[in-house]
Each structure stands twice: as C-alpha cells, then as structure tokens.
C-alpha cells in the first residue's frame, strides 16, 4: 500500500532471482539483488494512460546514480525481505544500479558540500521538506522541472503538490514520488472499552472525532497519583497544533514568500486545547523522568498496553515492527487492541479534518553527474506506488506478516487519502532555516513545559522574533528570485 512499509516479506513474492553482492565496499554488509516482473504491472497501468519510457529512448539506461543519505532505503541488505520495488524496475528494465554514499545524520549537509566542493558531488539527497527552500537558496539543489514532467499522468497524485510547496521563480525543487500522514491517533481498543468511553473509530466515522471528545477523555483518564497521563510521545503538540489547519509559518506560493500565522484564531484555538490537557495533568513530565519518555526508554507506546497512556499520535510507521514488540508494547495485535484514527478535529473549525502530510521522494544535488538517472529513479518509484500488484503485495505483507486487521488497513488507506487531499498541512521544519524552525517549535511545543502557558503569553514571547525571521527568509527568497544569490 504505497509507502506504507518499504518491506515487501520475499515468501509474498514469485519467480524472484536471487544473488549477493558486496556494496558500499563493505565486507560487513551485502547488497542483497532480487528481480521481480513488472510486465502485468506495465499493462494495467497503460489502459490509464500511465507509462514508462522504453529502454531504448533512455540516455541514462546502464548509468549508476550516487544516492547520498545516511540510510539506504533503495537497496536490500536482507534476505527475508524486499526493499523499494520501484528500485528493481529500474535495475532491470534500464540495467541502472544505485551506489550508496553514506553520510551521517549531523554531518549530512556539511559532507554534501565537501563533497560538492571536492568535485564529486552525489546525485541525489532524500526529498525531505529540510531541503526547502533553505537549502535550495544555497545552491545545494537544483530544479527539476527540466528533468521531471508533472504534466504526465504518471505524476498527476503529486504534481498539485510539488508545485504548491516547493517553487521558487517559477521552478519546482522537489520529485515528489508521493505523500503520506505524518500523524495519527493510535489506541488500546480494550483500554478504552475498560474505561467506558466511545471508541474514536466510530467517533470519527459518525463525525463525532473533535477536540472537545478528545479532551474529555483525556482528562476522565488522567491521574498523576496513579501514574496516568492520556498523552505522551513527541508528537502529540505538533500534531494537534497542526490539526488547526494551519501552521505558525506558512508559504505562499503566488507571493513566493512565507508567512507568519501567529495571530491565527485557528492557532491560539488548538493552543488551548494543549493548555487544558497541561492544566489538567493529561501529559507525561518528561522533565521528571530525565527528558526521556515513560520508563526512560526511547520506545513509542509505552503504557498503551498497560493503561496508563490513552492515546499516542505518531506514524504509522510505529505498527510495522515484529509482531511479538507490538504485542509487548501497544497490546494484542491479533485480537484487535491497537487501533488508530486521524487526529481530532477542532470543535468550532470548519468541520474537515486536517492532517500534517511529509513529502516522499527526492532532491537533485546541484552539478550531480546522473540527473537523467535521478530522474529516471524517481519515475520507476512512483510508479511502483501505482501498481496494483506491489499495492496488494504490501497489503497483503501486513495481514501475514504484521498482523494488521482489515479495520487498520482500511484506516490507513483514509489517512493516505486525508494526505493526499485538500486539507493537509505541510510543516517545513528545518527548510526554514535554524532560527526561524528553532522558534516556530518553541511556539508549538507547549506540552513539553514544565508550566502551561497561554497562547497570549507565548506571542507577547515570540511574535518580535518570530517577525525578524521571517522578514530575514523572505529578503533571501527575494535575492535568490532577483538572482543575486
């Protein structure tokens, strides 16, 4: 299911061909090759119009792209498991192979510019939204629009997208292969029912899912002297901030500049929300336990299964870990405990249910050798998110092999929709730049306190500053359009 898990079980899959080669020049690690068909996969995707280039029009066919990262997400270092099948498409049916240049998450844009520097620059950098636009302005990636063309049914999911969030003078700087929830409302089924409340599935599914149903029960769970708190995680503020419909800085695209929204009522309305759960002792202290999580272990979903945390917002990403983990952590998977739903809706909002949404894809490093390649890539990434076979192949991996109900799964295909739809939410964190990401986060992050404030205090706090920030992105948004960069 698109992006769900980027592990395809290999026992899933027929007529695979199997060999090992040493990668990155490591003896310790092995790249792991597997073929798979794509012919069924070409066919059904032609009748709608959805194709990829032949062989024999590629001038980049047999090339090799530089993927530079601080994990490899493309190839398979395992044989139990298949990783990123649009990455085989491109192995073979264009013989393109992919050469992993491993950096460190710390140093990743200080390496990226030795190397850029140095004359060797790797292809490519993972879409993420850090790249925008400050990285863009720096010179360190380059437009694709004379690569990608989001005219072609094939980026027709993504092309409003790309072009909404990441252009500046009229160029996008973002392969945008698709676009996935950053955020959801994961549950214990038996610990709610123990307590009485409403299930939030059919809250949500009856229209009822909103701030003030969330909050009730946050504060009916919540007792301190029996080490109960509704929340915990690093997530939480974020996404009910972000579930407002809006963002403290946001891009207009037409204006080609960024904007604060720290007036909005939209804003200071969920930032209340997060002061009611403070004020009533909803959130786990981190500060108590060391700034670490419940038990003070780096673990999502603590005290899920135990009741003694009610709700957890994070990615799905968290319910694909073995079975026996989940079990331990969220509850019985296979009875059907954990259960997720989008986050609540503001009670007194317009009645949608926003969602903060992460791009997929990937950056084209300026001067990189190869971007035909990346390209290239990206076009057989996105359309192996179309096909319907990998898509049930990914389905079915989470029955068997996660032991995802149906009600999940039908779940997370109404969040990928949510993402992909009108009302989502795109943060652009540290794309802004490090003081204006440092103080939109500070402004947002009001569970961590150790003392709930209000929303009239957090902006006489931050509005001057927040205000320079953003005047000091749009003057160099401005310079880079005049092209004095």
């Known amino acids: 299911m698109r992006r769900a898990t980027k592990r395809i079980a290999i026992l899933l899959l027929a007529l695979l061909m199997l060999t090992a080669v040493v990668g990155c020049g490591k003896s310790s690690r092995e790249v792991i090759k597997l073929t798979l068909s794509t012919e069924d996969a070409e066919a059904i ?37 298949i990783v990123n099948t649009g990455y085989f498409t491109f192995n073979e049916k264009y013989g393109c192979t992919i050469e992993w240049v491993e950096c460190t998450w710390d ?118 002297d029996e080490d109960r708190y509704a929340l915990d995680g690093w997530g939480y503020d974020n996404a009910l901030m972000e579930s407002s419909g809006t963002d403290i800085v946001t891009y207009d695209t037409e204006e080609q500049r960024f904007v604060s929204n720290l007036d909005d009522p939209r804003l200071e309305r969920a930032a209340n929300l997060i002061y009611e759960l403070k004020r009533n002792d909803c959130i786990y202290p981190l500060w108590n336990n060391g700034w670490a999580l419940r038990g003070g272990e780096e673990i999502e979903g603590v005290g899920i299964k135990d009741g003694l945390t009610l709700f957890w917002l994070r990615g799905t990403w968290a319910f694909t870990a073995p ?65 319907p076979t990998v898509v049930s192949v990914d389905k079915k991996q989470l029955i068997e092999v996660y032991k995802w109900s149906e009600e999940m799964l039908d779940m997370y295909d109404h969040t990928h929709d949510l993402a992909n739809g009108e009302y989502s939410v795109l943060v652009y964190d540290a794309g802004l730049g490090t003081q204006l990401d440092s103080t939109v986060n500070s402004c947002k992050e009001l569970g961590r306190l150790q003392e709930a404030q209000t929303w009239a205090s957090i902006r006489e706090g931050y509005a001057e500053r927040l205000e320079y920030y953003v005047n000091e992105l749009n003057e160099e948004v401005a310079a880079y359009g005049s092209g004095d960069e």
Request: with cysteine.
């Open 45 to 81: 995707l032609a009748a709608a119009g959805i194709s990829l280039p032949d062989a024999a029009e590629v001038p980049c066919a047999n090339s090799v792209v530089k993927w530079y990262a601080w994990y490899d997400a493309l190839q398979n270092y395992s044989d139990d498991e």
């Open 107 to 224: 140093r990743r844009f200080d390496d990226l510019a030795t190397l850029t520097l140095g004359g060797t620059p790797p292809d490519c950098y993972p879409g993420d939204v850090e790249t925008f636009p400050n990285y863009a302005i720096k010179g360190v990636f380059q437009p694709v629009d004379d690569y990608i063309d989001y005219d072609d049914p094939l980026w027709s999911g993504t092309a409003g997208f790309a072009r909404d969030h990441f252009t500046l003078n009229g160029r996008v700087y973002m392969i945008v292969t698709d676009i996935s929830i950053e955020h959801v409302c994961a549950y214990n089924r038996r610990v709610i029912d123990e307590w009485g409340f409403d299930d939030p599935a059919e809250l949500y599914a009856n229209d009822e899912w909103t701030w003030e149903a969330f909050l009730e029960m946050c504060i009916d769970f919540s007792d301190p």
């Open 323 to 387: 079975v026996a983990e989940i079990n331990q952590v969220w509850g019985d998977i296979e009875a059907g405990e954990l259960m997720f739903v989008p986050i609540p809706r503001d009670s007194e909002g317009d009645g949608n249910y926003y969602c903060t949404t992460k791009s997929n894809g990937y950056c084209m490093v300026k001067d990189g050798p190869n971007p035909e390649g990346v390209a290239l890539l990206a076009s057989c990434d996105r359309f192996k998110i179309l096909d």
